[in-house]
């Protein structure tokens, strides 16, 4: 009678306990460790292992292959193409995985983050919810996650993300190599530590898009700084691209207005003239 | 019984071990999860509980108050005066706390993260028991270094207490261009805590120490929380009709043209055009 009594209260004990320490917690037990900051390894092109441009041999339809060809055309003339962060635009997804300057995950229970240097941060919604109705679209995208235990040692070792209501202009890289402009972009990433090596993440993103003639996988690799020094990468501090209508012209050293390309039209000043009649 | 007693402490011990050792006790921590939003009824000038530009009577040194003075007449001719962020920098601290788009507040054992729904600006305050790091690269947003408190001792944190150095310039209090010293020495001290009446709102109460000021400049900002909130993007890049070219602030007007922001503003040089045409 005692002893059943004594197994209550213990049980009893250990329920309430539960609830106070863990209720409300994020059991970090329960998550890989991925902290640190993360820096890409390879270079800024989408399929780290082909070259930048024509050498990605993206799946392109004819469609946005004429507009890829395009964009290089204008880019070696000295125009920007297809590619709009020379005005600071953000990158958007699935580009932002570049992860041209280094990246941190934070964990909450419901949500992780992303956060880079250069661009705001990605909030991945791990609580289970459904995709929100008509949700205002934005460069990085609107993403549900959900973590796995792989391997069933009741740890979670993979976050298999989505990300869909993305707007544009966006592109896979510098390149220009082009997303549809329709916006239907749907990305899916399975992100996890390295089986050997936990100070190295991979994310295998695959890139559903209407200018692609299939899904595209792609895997990047980030290797950990476990002492990192944190920057600030703000596109628009010094940047010498000056959009002014659909031209792109350069600010030089000295502070003025130059072209980017040969025999560039300088721009219109017909308010000039207006103003000083 | 005795027995009986210590078994369940035990007990208690161990499944407190197992499920929170390494774990994050948020007990510990307030709730300020959500989003944060300045009231609706709040401008975006510095001190919320005075009016913008010269009713701010902000604290300035005489050197200061003539740059001040200099550059309210500048944007009252169309320019933009000492306000750099046109050019879609970030504000920087302390206008960054302005939160003139919605900022989140993230809590961890060894770092608080504060970000808000604009360009990059993100704060990470330190609360690990670091010192300040040597030769650390100057930023807007600067390193900060906060610690937790425990006011009322009921043994859950309910202040954050943050330092933040290391700054880097050009920054502003505010729109109208209040300015901060070109040494970029600024020291901020912020007190951050939830309103003891209602946990839906935040206070951070900012002290300014700054060698474009007389005194230390103290302000409390308020905050109002969304529970369930959407969270957007405020891209200063896109739809910007500002562009500046060498020293001039210009206008892009509706049809994409280059046009002056200030009355009988010169156009500007293209001597880089006519070379190129030659």
């Known amino acids: 009678m005692l002893r059943r009594s004594l197994v209550r209260s213990i049980a009893l004990a250990a329920t309430l306990l539960m609830i106070a320490a863990g209720a409300q917690a994020l059991d970090e037990t329960r998550y890989p460790d991925w902290s640190g900051q993360w820096l ?69 229970q419901k949500v992780t983050y992303i956060l880079f240097e250069n661009n705001m941060p990605r909030r991945i919604y791990t609580d289970g919810r459904s995709w929100p109705h008509d949700p205002e679209p934005t460069f990085a995208g609107y993403s549900i996650g959900k973590w796995i235990d792989a391997d069933g040692d009741g740890r979670y070792d993979l ?9 544009g202009p966006r592109t896979f890289e510098g390149s220009g190599l082009p997303l549809h402009k329709d916006d239907q972009t749907v990305v899916q990433e399975r992100i996890r530590l390295d ?40 596109c628009s501090e010094d940047n010498h691209h000056v959009a002014i209508g659909k031209e792109n012209y350069f600010i030089s050293a000295d502070g003025h207005l130059m072209p980017t390309k040969r025999d560039q039209t300088p721009p219109d000043l017909r308010y000039f003239r207006q103003s000083r009649k | ?22 774990a ?37 040194t005489p050197e200061y108050q003539a740059i001040y003075d200099a550059n309210l007449k500048d944007q009252a001719e169309g320019g933009q005066g000492t306000d750099p962020t046109y050019t879609c920098i970030p504000d920087g601290m302390p206008r960054a706390m302005n939160v003139i788009f919605p900022m989140e507040i993230v809590i961890q054992p060894n770092i608080t993260h504060i970000m808000i729904e604009y360009l990059s600006m993100l704060r990470r305050i330190y609360t690990d028991g670091r010192d300040w790091p040597e030769n650390a690269e100057p930023s807007f947003m600067g390193y900060s270094v906060g610690r937790w408190i425990d006011e009322d001792g009921d043994g859950r944190y309910d202040a954050l207490v943050v330092e933040t150095r290391n700054l880097k310039g050009p920054r502003a209090f505010d729109a109208s261009g209040i300015p901060l010293h070109a040494d970029n020495e600024t020291v901020v001290k912020e007190r951050i805590y939830l309103d003891r009446a209602d946990p839906n709102v935040l206070h951070d ?74």
């Open chain 2, 205 to 278: 109460e900012v002290t300014t120490i700054d060698h474009a000021l007389t005194r230390p400049w103290t302000v409390t900002k308020n905050y109002h929380r969304e529970r369930s909130p959407i969270w957007l993007e405020a891209i200063c890049a896109e739809g910007n009709q500002h562009v500046r070219i060498g020293a001039e602030s210009y206008m892009l007007s509706a049809d994409g043209h280059l046009m002056p922001a200030k009355k009988g503003q010169a156009p500007p040089d293209l001597r880089y055009f006519n070379q190129s045409r030659k």
């Open chain 1, 195 to 234: 089986r050997s090596d936990p100070e190295i993440l991979h994310d295998e993103i695959t890139t559903v898009d209407h200018a692609l003639t299939r899904p595209w996988t792609v895997t990047k690799t980030f290797r950990r700084e476990r002492n990192p020094s944190w920057l600030e990468n703000d």
């Open chain 1, 40 to 108: 890409r390894t390879g270079g800024i092109q989408w399929d780290p292992t082909r070259p930048l441009g024509r050498g990605q041999q993206a799946p392109l339809t004819p469609e946005y292959q004429v507009i890829f060809e395009a964009s290089l055309a204008d880019q070696a003339a000295g125009g920007a193409g297809n590619d709009a962060r020379y005005a600071c635009f953000p990158i958007g997804m699935p580009r932002l995985m570049s992860a041209i300057f280094p990246m941190e995950f934070v964990f909450s």
């Open chain 1, 159 to 167: 976050l298999e993300v989505e990300t869909r209501y993305m707007k």
């Open chain 2, 24 to 60: 994050f006790d948020e007990a510990k921590y307030p709730d300020w999860s959500g989003q944060w939003r300045r009231p609706a009824d709040v401008g975006n000038q510095w001190d919320s509980s005075k009016p913008a530009r010269r009713g701010q009577q902000a604290p300035l």
């Open chain 2, 1 to 22: 019984m005795r027995s009986s007693i210590g078994l369940i402490a035990l007990a208690a011990v161990t499944i407190a071990t197992a499920a929170g050792g390494q």
